[in-house]
């Protein structure tokens, strides 16, 4: 049997540079503490109010999955429409069955809104649920704060939240009077305008705030049968928030929000002529039993109305 003598070298280097590291620390965390302590600057970090579980909190508090865009991050990354968040939000995805979210589906942990019926992952403005599978083309504006919660969130949102719930929240009024207007103009004849106006109705009481939006844009898909080009879009949005504060810890708050999308993009149709469909794809209509004639046009247009009232006691 053989015995290896254990070496004395390590463990003494060990301790020696264990004891250096401590001289280091002993002698650098003063240093920095001074410099601290100079300056008179703490960092810290922004403290980010959430309302996703139904009452006013810090974010770092809340108990779900969530994501949270400010007003900053909306304007800092683009975000126009409810759509455009999926790219910025993990486990989120979105899929258009034609050319402007026409029937809608997102996706959120896996589980998708389907064609037709009720959505499993919902959106939501200023609490009013809209659920329809157009509702996902919701234009942005004048927003606050965006919140995506991971599902299921059915204890606090309801039915139609099993993969999560999306919650928009905009703008409230202020006491200070303000305004602002913004022009708007782009290819394909797009052209736009909108504009907020905000202030007190009575001083340190009442409040209002509108904003209003439109924008038109032309197709950018032609037709080849009538060569004309569809997918133009035509939208219009006007919000209005009240705010009432009878006192310091008492508020009421109403919004009223008109959304008006007309978009005949989808699947366009126009009357089916046989010799020019024959000439431009040298195929026979005629060759197939189920053949149709199509008449008309394909169009998505939705008009919402919201409304919504809330208070709250600090």
């Known amino acids: 049997m053989f015995f ?14 264990l004891l250096t590291s401590l001289k280091a620390t002993f002698f650098v965390l003063p240093c920095l503490a001074a410099q601290d302590t100079s300056s008179g600057e703490v960092t810290t970090l922004e403290t980010i109010m959430v309302t996703a579980e139904k009452r006013e909190e810090n974010v770092q508090k809340v108990t779900t999955a969530i994501t949270v865009f400010s007003n900053v991050d909306i304007e800092d990354m683009g975000i126009e429409s409810t759509r455009d968040i ?5 486990n989120l995805s979105t899929a258009n069955a034609a050319t402007r979210d026409y029937l809608s589906m997102i996706k959120l942990r896996g589980i998708n809104n389907a064609s037709f019926g009720d959505p499993s992952v919902s ?20 927003v606050e704060r965006i919140e995506v919660l991971k599902g299921p969130q059915g204890t606090l949102f309801g039915k139609n939240t099993e993969g999560g719930a999306i919650s928009v929240i905009t703008k409230a009024p202020t006491n200070i009077f303000e305004g602002r207007v913004g022009l708007r103009a782009g290819n394909f004849n797009e052209k736009g305008v909108s ?5 007190p109705m ?3 009481k009442l409040f209002f705030r509108l904003s209003a939006l439109k924008s038109v844009r032309d197709g950018y898909i032609e037709n080849k049968f009538n060569g004309e080009d569809f997918d133009n879009r035509d939208t219009t949005l006007a919000h209005l928030g009240l705010l009432f504060t009878p006192t310091e810890k008492l508020d009421f708050n109403l919004n009223l929000r008109i959304h008006d999308f007309d978009d005949d993009g989808g699947w366009p149709r126009v009357p089916m002529d046989k010799g020019k469909f024959q000439a431009a794809t040298g195929i026979a209509l005629d060759d197939f039993e189920g053949a149709t004639d199509y008449t008309g046009e394909s169009f ?15």
Do not use: C, E, H
């Not at 504009?195 to 202030?199: A, Y």
């Open 300 to 314: 998505s247009k939705r008009d919402y109305q919201r409304t919504s009232a809330s208070f709250r006691r600090r």
């Open 202 to 204: 009575v001083k340190d």
């Open 86 to 90: 999926w790219k910025y939000v993990p």
């Open 195 to 199: 504009g907020v106006l905000n202030g």
């Open 123 to 142: 959106l939501y403005i200023d609490g009013v649920p809209y659920s329809d599978v157009y509702a996902f083309n919701n234009t942005l504006f004048d």
């Open 4 to 17: 290896k003598k254990r070496s004395k070298t390590m463990p003494r280097l060990a301790a020696t540079f």
